[in-house]
């Protein structure tokens, strides 16, 4: 089963034709993240964002079909 991805997580190559089903999946050391609600690299609720700090566990967390074409 694919990893829920929370649809407001974002990083530079899910806008760039490079994006593919690990862009928002898998950390890599030059990738930075951010949260579209909080236009920041701290979620709404205070805490880091990237593929695994996004959780279902957290109350920000919605997540969202993620369709790369």
Known sequence: MAQPVCRFLRTKSYYTADKNETTLTEA???????????????GPDDRVVGPLDCIQ???CFDTNDVMFV
Request: glycine share 0%.
């Open 28 to 42: 890599a050391p030059a990738r930075q993240f951010w949260c579209v609600r909080s236009a920041a690299a701290m």
């Open 57 to 59: 566990e957290r109350a």
